[in-house]
């Protein structure tokens, strides 16, 4: 397996590879990372879908990608997922699979006219005394200190940010910016979390650092993912013969090593009650997802509170059970061990009363039925105690939603502190109860509030104990390779895998990432897995990163003006020079 970047590598089609017809797939878990590594099997392996098993012990695939109506409690999902134009790997897949709402067209080919029609940007990105727009005129607040801070983070080895805490690497001064306000709300980041994984996002997403503040950076699609993303791609693979086994939970992967080779040789289950599994030869591949951001997800009412279940976690279980074969498969407790520090709350909002979605309108300033984008992003309320932030995506958000009715997401950073309005911690809060809060912080005049969250709106409230557990701190080895070495028929996939490149995770890019390096290792697939995005590497977007960090404040050069203008002219005369004026750093004397 080998990465690439370019047009011949990626219109490229590999040729069979050599042994395929004799192999047979298994893959544990139904998530976007199972469903892309089958895909990519089928695809580029040119396996046939009929020798390719795909285990999940709930009953619907899609993992983390969810969107359903429950029955008697609404719609619900547990979250959503941002999405932008340099998700290499997830396009390259995407591109094959058809849409569901255009004959003739690919999933890829819809999204990417979506958003040319209907870009995505925020008008109001934070709001203060409710509902209130926060003045932060899309300014990151950056003092010298935290920009040197960021630099310093930003040319760090990752050795250097091992097993630190955010908080360890920044003063308080960054921590009360804009910029982290803008950060830690958009990718859930708290203070106590990896600086590694700071440390990749900032490289990742170096170029869209600009559109941090109104996340013209962010394209959505027209639904939520589950029926957006998940289900072309389940119909997709269900036509080719992939079999799903539902209700079925993988209870231990056993393995040979001896010496330096290592091979998977049984699956164990339980589906329906009863004992089963499998015995797996060389030929037999497995996909491995361990460990899980939903795990032991549980779902409130309007009028009942989420539950914290602490409780023995499946997909935990399994992976400290095959962690403890062989040093290479990784420390699950450095990410599941301690849940106070990885759970939050969030929260679907369906509003049933057509007053509700005129203060949406008032914040997001678009109309919300419109069809089109309609708050862009999450809206953080900045002086909320349990740092609530919501959004509206375009609506209807689910196909069979009524028109007249507005699916909202809400979450908290905070979800141990007593709210605002209600006085008491999210998660002890039940759905109309988080609707009160949120309808506080929208602007809803206090006398309109209880009634309006009591019947305008139907709320259900989800706690995820491990929703953000990838990143806690860690080292190098606490996440398995996606193949470790001497492997011979197996791979970790998702976001628990270590992938061989600088890609972050919590995305939907690296649980289509690891699957495609997985089944291009293990087949010795003869195309390039896509790189990521080189922009790190690209001066043009350091410089224009470094220009809005510094909120457009250019360099004045030193001494007196005839000086400055013989410096400044020295510095204008070559290409590096130029681009330091294009982009605004060096101020003219």
């Known amino acids: 397996m080998y990465h690439s970047s370019g047009n011949y590598e990626a219109f490229a089609r590999p040729r069979k590879p050599e042994g395929v017809d004799d192999k047979t797939a298994w893959f544990v878990g139904a998530g976007l990372a199972s469903l892309a590594g089958a895909a990519f099997l089928i695809r580029d392996g040119q396996m046939s879908g009929e020798k390719i098993t795909i285990l999940e012990r709930l009953d619907l695939p899609g993992g983390a990608l969810d969107g359903i109506a429950v029955p008697?409690?609404?719609f619900v999902i547990r979250g959503g997922r941002e999405m932008e134009n340099h998700f290499e790997c997830l396009w390259d897949l995407f591109r094959s699979i058809p849409s569901m709402e255009i004959d003739g067209a690919s999933v890829l080919d819809e999204f990417y006219w979506l958003n040319k029609d209907d870009p995505n940007f925020s008008l109001q990105r934070a709001t203060v005394e409710q509902g209130k727009d926060a003045q932060t005129n899309g300014e990151f607040g950056l003092s010298d200190k935290a920009q040197k801070e960021l630099v310093k983070i930003f040319l760090a080895t990752r050795e250097e940010m091992e097993n630190k805490r955010i908080d360890e690497v920044f003063g308080s001064e960054f921590l009360a910016s804009n910029f982290w306000l803008y950060w830690r709300t958009m990718f859930a980041f708290e203070e106590w979390h990896s600086a590694l994984e700071m440390k990749l996002y900032l490289h990742r997403f170096v170029h869209h650092i600009g559109g941090l503040p109104d996340f013209s950076a962010l394209k959505f699609t027209k639904y939520n993912q589950y029926e957006s993303l998940v289900m072309p791609l389940y119909k997709w693979l269900l036509d080719r013969g992939v079999e799903f086994?539902?209700?079925?939970?993988?209870?231990?992967?056993?393995?040979?090593?001896?010496g330096d080779r290592k091979q998977a040789t049984r699956i164990d289950w339980i589906a329906d009650g009863e004992a089963g599994g499998v015995d797996l030869g060389a030929d037999d591949l497995v996909f491995m997802t361990i460990g899980s951001l939903t795990e032991n997800s549980d779902d409130g009412s309007h009028h009942e509170p989420a539950r914290l279940?602490?409780?023995p976690a499946p997909a935990w279980e399994l992976w400290r059970?095959?962690?403890a074969k062989d040093p290479s498969f990784g420390r699950p407790d450095v990410f599941a061990g301690d849940i106070d520090a990885t759970k939050w709350e969030s929260a679907t909002v369906t509003t049933l009363d057509e007053r509700i979605p005129k203060y949406i309108q008032r914040i997001c300033k678009r109309?919300?039925?419109?069809?089109?984008?309609?708050?862009?992003?999450i809206v953080s309320v900045r002086d909320s105690s349990w740092l609530l932030s919501w959004t509206v995506n375009r609506q209807p958000h689910f196909k069979n939603q009524p028109k007249d009715q507005i699916v909202a997401w809400v979450y908290s950073l905070f979800v141990d502190v007593p709210g605002d309005y209600v006085k008491k911690p999210m998660n002890e809060c039940t759905g109309e109860e988080i609707?009160?809060?949120?309808?506080?912080?929208m602007g809803v005049p206090v006398e309109e509030i209880d009634e309006l969250a009591a019947t305008g709106a139907k709320t259900v409230p989800v706690m995820m104990p491990y929703v953000t557990s990838f990143f806690m701190p860690r080292q190098a080895g606490d996440r398995p390779d996606v193949v470790p070495e001497g492997a011979v028929n197996f791979a970790f996939i998702g976001q628990f895998a270590e992938s061989s490149t600088?890609?972050?995770?919590f995305t939907t890019e690296y649980s289509v990432r690891t699957p495609?390096?997985?089944v291009y290792t293990l087949l010795g697939v003869e195309r390039g897995v896509p790189e990521v995005f080189g922009s790190t590497y690209d001066v043009r977007a350091l410089l224009n990163a470094t220009a809005r960090l510094r909120d457009g404040a250019e360099v004045q050069l030193p001494g007196p003006h005839f000086l400055r203008e013989k410096v400044y002219e020295k510095f204008t005369d070559n290409e590096v020079g130029k681009l330091l004026v294009d982009y605004k750093l060096i101020e003219r004397p």
């Open 367 to 377: 109309d919300p039925f419109s069809g089109k984008v309609v708050t862009g992003g």
């Open 435 to 441: 609707t009160r809060e949120w309808l506080y912080h």
């Open 321 to 323: 059970r095959i962690a």
């Open 309 to 311: 279940d602490r409780g």
């Open 72 to 74: 008697k409690k609404g």
């Open 502 to 505: 600088r890609d972050c995770i």
């Open 245 to 258: 086994r539902f209700s079925t939970e993988v209870t231990d992967v056993g393995f040979e090593i001896d």
């Open 516 to 518: 495609m390096e997985a």
